[in-house]
């Protein structure tokens, strides 16, 4: 099964995890996000899609949108080989999803486990975040332990590193 927003929202409601979505535009970067209409106290987070040196191990990173990204870093943090964006073709063949529609909501179509969700240590599990609900038409806010509830109940690797 593809997870779309239908589906997503279904899954939450079972789950009965609280959110609310707003309906948009097609949103493809950040800098179009700022014109959406943010509850007030929330993070617009930014998801990028990363693979290693080799490219057998891939990375969700959902980090709030202000927060600078050093994959340097991060790789040494993630005790990992260099870091680089993992192209479309591995977008779509790991997460079902198309440029632009990155996510956390894309793990529930990785079937296979094999994408390791990182995000901030930082990040209060209180915080309502704001993501795609694997369409850039909406933006589903929840609050990040809600998220990660969701992510370990669904057995998906996360790692918290601090950023």
Known sequence: MSFDKTS????????????SYTKHRPVYSMEESDALKIPAGAVICKNLFLRNNNGKQHFLLTIPATTPVDLKELAAKLASSRLSFASAERLEKY????????????????TSKSVIFISSKNLPPSAIIGIHPNDNTATVWLTFGDLLALLSELSIEVKLIEL
Do not use: T
Request: glycine share 10%; proline share 4%; net charge neutral.
């Open 95 to 110: 997460l079902g999803l198309q440029s632009g529609l990155v996510s956390p909501f894309g793990l529930l179509n990785d």
């Open 8 to 19: 997503i929202y279904a899954l939450l409601n079972s789950k009965n995890i609280q959110f």
